[in-house]
């Protein structure tokens, strides 16, 4: 071979070494681009809500209702997409009316122990929950007396959307079924088991 020619593939050679050597510096310098984090619904939150107690569907907003405002605190543990919790709440309940035998019989205050249970859709959860609901009841129209503060029990559901700072909105509707709710009327003293629901929207704040 002569001179000449190998001098040509030499110089071939060392023009290729050098693109092949450019683009891995290329690559080498960069910048290297990585996923978000997914969103944690774990940890600890406090917050308040608003809405409505009512006695029966469909008309949430009749009369007959009261205004539910109260407040909330938890904490839940997220595992995968499945996440899952605990919450206690307190709840001022207006005065939502329930017809018994011989009167009416009002719900005022509503303290929970619940258990939660979702999906996690990134930062939207959706979740189902139940628990223990203690409900103080007062006297309403021809009534004499009352239980007072009556236990039953609370299932519900609800969805909670996050945002950023720690905040989420979440809208929860819960169904409180409370059994042997004791009346005193002109016609006697009778038991009733008080059916109720309430729909409300909330914040909280996570941390």
Not at 64 to 79: I, L
Not at 136 to 145: A, H, I, Q, S
Request: aromatic share 10%; glycine share 14%.
């Amino acid at each position: 071979m002569s001179s000449q020619k190998m001098i040509a593939l030499a110089g071939t050679a060392l023009a290729l070494a050098a693109c092949l050597n450019g683009s891995a510096m290329a690559a080498d310098l960069s910048p290297a681009y990585n996923d978000a984090p997914a969103f944690q619904w774990s940890g600890a939150y406090f917050g308040a809500h608003g809405g409505t107690a009512f006695t029966r569907m469909p008309n949430p907003f009749a009369d007959r209702n009261g205004f539910d405002a109260g407040v909330q605190a938890g904490y839940n543990v997220q595992m995968g997409p499945a996440v899952l919790g605990a919450e206690v709440e307190g709840s001022y309940l207006g005065g939502a009316e329930h017809d018994v035998r011989g009167g009416k019989v009002k719900e005022k205050w509503r303290a929970a122990a619940k258990a939660k249970a979702g999906l996690s859709f990134d930062q939207t959860l959706v979740f189902g929950t139940g628990g223990v609901a203690l409900t103080k009841f007062e006297k309403g129209d021809n009534l004499t007396d009352s239980s007072g503060w009556k236990t039953g029990y609370l299932v519900g559901a609800g969805i909670e959307q996050a945002f950023a700072g720690g905040l989420s909105a979440k809208v929860e509707y819960d169904y409180i079924r409370t059994p042997d709710v004791e009346t005193t009327t002109a016609l006697g003293t009778s038991k009733s088991t008080i059916a109720s629901h309430e729909l409300k929207a909330g914040v909280n704040y996570r941390f």
